[in-house]
Nanobody
Framework: QVQLVESGGGLVQTGGSLRLSCVAS????????MSWYRQAPGKQRELVAT???????HYADFVQGRFTISRDNVWNTVYLQLNSLEPEDTAVYYC???????????WGQGTQVTVSS
């Protein structure tokens, strides 16, 4: 059974920081490209950052150097460090694991990030 379990969300003030974690089980973690997405109320889910199996990293334009994605293949965990948070970053953040070669695509349940002004 595949599980992606996020944690680390919460309520912070503008300019604050959070570190999100996503622990994966039931997959060959090191072979998966891992991503963080977010969905704000009334908006579509959008990609925040990806770290591939190589690994290489990619970020959405709105990140502007504020967030850092990383992975630990020993602990099957992907992280998203969120710095300089703004109210516009308020959303549910979702972990995604994808392996195109075998057509696998998995989602976590999400963790809420709320940034107060």
């Amino acid at each position: 059974q595949v599980q992606l379990v996020e944690s680390g969300g919460g309520l912070v003030q503008t300019g604050g920081s959070l570190r999100l974690s996503c622990v994966a089980s039931g997959i060959t973690f090191s072979s998966y490209d891992m991503s963080w997405y977010r969905q704000a109320p009334g908006k579509q889910r959008e990609l925040v950052a990806t770290i591939t199996s190589y690994p290489s990293t990619h970020y959405a334009d709105f990140v502007q150097g504020r967030f850092t994605i990383s992975r630990d293949n020993v602990w099957n965990t992907v992280y998203l460090q969120l710095n300089s948070l703004e109210p516009e970053d308020t959303a549910v953040y979702y972990c995604n694991g994808r392996r195109l070669l075998i057509g696998s695509n998995y989602w976590g349940q999400g963790t809420q990030v709320t940034v107060s002004s």
